[in-house]
C-alpha cells in the first residue's frame, strides 16, 4: 500500500510516520510537508533513510503539487494544519488557506486520482466547551460550536470532507480526537512548554485560573486508532478517539510536571486568559471500542513521566525548535515573563 501522509514532519505526523514503518515495514510512506515553523525534518532523522519513505516538500493549497504527489497513492492520512488555538488568535488567515482552503484542495485530488481512503484528522476542539459540571462527553453526534479561528477552520475542513463523501461518494473517514501528547511535540503547546521552560529556569504561564480541563491522549495511541480505522473503519464514518484522563485540569497536570521535575510551585505564573477559551473537552470513545475493538492503553501519570524524560534527554532538539522565530512568538504571546 502507497501513503501520503500531510504534515508528517509535524508532532503527530511524525510520530504516525515512525508507528507505520514499524508496524507494516512492506507500505511505501510519502510524508507531504511544508515545512512551516511546527515542521522540523530533525523529526524523522531515525526514518529518513528507509528505502520505503520519501520526503516532498510541498503546500496542501498548491493543486499542482498536491497532483504529482497523490498519483498512484492509496490513501491519504491528512495531518497538515495551522494547528495552535494562540496563534489563530494572532493571525487567522493561514489557519483558513491551511486548514480549510488546502483539505478541499487535497479533497479534489483524492476525488481525480480515485484514492481508496482519505483519512481526515481533527480534533475534538470542533465541538465548543462542555461545562465543567457536565456529566455528558463528547461523542460522534455532538453538534459543531467552534469557539477560535482554529476550532472553526478545523470545523470547516471536517464539513467540507463529509460534503466530498455526501456528494461524489469519495471514500472518507474522520477522526476527533482530544489533546495529544508524547515526544517531538512543539513547545508552543502546553505539556512541552511546561517542561522545556522549567529545564530552562523560565517561568511557566497560567491561563486564567489554570481551572480548564483537557482530556489527555498519549500519541502512540492516536496513531494506533488511525491504524485501525484506515484498516477496518466504515467508509463515511467519523470516530471520536480520547485518552485515559478523567476531567484533570491544567494546574494539575503543571504540580505534576513540577513534581517530577523536583520543582516547587514557585515558578508558576498566571497570565492574562485566552480570549474564548474552552473550559472543558472530554472524549466518549466508546464506538471506537465497540465497533474497532480499540481502547487508550498509555495511562496519563506513566506516560507525562516517559515524555518529560524525553524531553530531558532530548534538549538539543527542543533548544534549536526554540529559535529566534520561536522567541519572537513567545515576546508577542507573553510578553516579558
Ligand atoms: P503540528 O503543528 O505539530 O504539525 C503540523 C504539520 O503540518 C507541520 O509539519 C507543518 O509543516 C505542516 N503543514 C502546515 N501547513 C501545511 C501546508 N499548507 N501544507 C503542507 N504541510 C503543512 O500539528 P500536530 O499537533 O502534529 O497536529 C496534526 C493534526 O492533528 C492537525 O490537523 C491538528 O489539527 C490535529 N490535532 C492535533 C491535536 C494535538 O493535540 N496536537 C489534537 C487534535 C487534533
Ligand atoms: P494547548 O496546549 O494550547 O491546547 P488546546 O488549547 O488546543 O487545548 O493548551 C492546553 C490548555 O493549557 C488550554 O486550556 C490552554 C492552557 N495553556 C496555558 O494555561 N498556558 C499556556 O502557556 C498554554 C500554551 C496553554
Known amino acids: 500500500m502507497k501513503l501520503l501522509v500531510t504534515g508528517g514532519a509535524g508532532f503527530i505526523g511524525s510520530n504516525f510516520i515512525r508507528y507505520w514503518t514499524v508496524n507494516h515495514p512492506d507500505d511505501e510512506i510519502f510524508n507531504f510537508d511544508k515545512l512551516t515553523y511546527a515542521g522540523n525534518l530533525e523529526n524523522l532523522k531515525d526514518v529518513e533513510k528507509n528505502p520505503k519513505y520519501t520526503f516532498i516538500k510541498g503546500d496542501i493549497s498548491n493543486p499542482d503539487k498536491v497532483k504529482?504527489?497523490?498519483?498512484?497513492?492509496?490513501?491519504?492520512?491528512?495531518?497538515?494544519?495551522?494547528?495552535?488555538?494562540?496563534?489563530?488568535?494572532?493571525?487567522?488567515?493561514?489557519?483558513?488557506?491551511?486548514?480549510?482552503?488546502?483539505?478541499?484542495?487535497?479533497?479534489?485530488?483524492?476525488?481525480?486520482?480515485?484514492?481508496?481512503?482519505?483519512?481526515?484528522?481533527?480534533?475534538?476542539?470542533?465541538?465548543?466547551?462542555?461545562?465543567?459540571?457536565?456529566?455528558?462527553?463528547?461523542?460522534?453526534?455532538?453538534?459543531?460550536?467552534?469557539?477560535?479561528?482554529?476550532?472553526?477552520?478545523?470545523?470547516?475542513?471536517?464539513?467540507?470532507?463529509?460534503?466530498?463523501?455526501?456528494?461524489?461518494?469519495?471514500?472518507?473517514?474522520?477522526?476527533?480526537?482530544?489533546?495529544?501528547?508524547?515526544?517531538?511535540?512543539?513547545?508552543?503547546?502546553?505539556?512541552p512548554l511546561v517542561i522545556t521552560n522549567i529545564l530552562e529556569g523560565k517561568k511557566v504561564p497560567v491561563y486564567g485560573d489554570g481551572l480548564y480541563v483537557r482530556d489527555w491522549l498519549y500519541v502512540e495511541d492516536h496513531c494506533r486508532a488511525i491504524d485501525l480505522i484506515i484498516k477496518k473503519g466504515k467508509i463515511g464514518e467519523t470516530y471520536c478517539i480520547g485518552g485515559l484522563t478523567e476531567d484533570i485540569n491544567n494546574l494539575s497536570v503543571i504540580k505534576k510536571i513540577l513534581n517530577i521535575l523536583g520543582k516547587d510551585e514557585s515558578v508558576i505564573e498566571y497570565v492574562k486568559d485566552r480570549p474564548g477559551h474552552d473550559r472543558k473537552y472530554s472524549i466518549d470513545w466508546s464506538k471506537i471500542k465497540n465497533e474497532l475493538g480499540w481502547s487508550p492503553l498509555h495511562s496519563f501519570d506513566e506516560w507525562l513521566a516517559y515524555t518529560i524524560n524525553w524531553y530531558k534527554e532530548n534538549q538539543d532538539w527542543w533548544k534549536r525548535v526554540k529559535n529566534k522565530e520561536y522567541i519572537k512568538y513567545y515576546k508577542k504571546q507573553y510578553g516579558s515573563i
Open 68 to 191: 504529482k504527489a497523490i498519483d498512484g497513492v492509496d490513501v491519504i492520512v491528512n495531518f497538515a494544519a495551522e494547528s495552535h488555538v494562540d496563534r489563530s488568535i494572532l493571525e487567522p488567515a493561514p489557519f483558513v488557506m491551511t486548514n480549510i482552503v488546502g483539505t478541499q484542495v487535497l479533497l479534489d485530488a483524492a476525488l481525480k486520482f480515485k484514492i481508496k481512503r482519505f483519512m481526515h484528522i481533527s480534533t475534538d476542539e470542533v465541538f465548543g466547551s462542555l461545562k465543567l459540571k457536565d456529566k455528558s462527553k463528547f461523542n460522534e453526534r455532538t453538534n459543531y460550536n467552534p469557539t477560535s479561528p482554529y476550532s472553526a477552520s478545523k470545523a470547516g475542513s471536517d464539513h467540507l470532507v463529509r460534503s466530498y463523501y455526501f456528494t461524489y461518494g469519495l471514500p472518507i473517514n474522520i477522526s476527533n480526537c482530544s489533546n495529544n501528547f508524547g515526544p517531538y511535540q512543539f513547545p508552543e503547546k502546553l505539556i
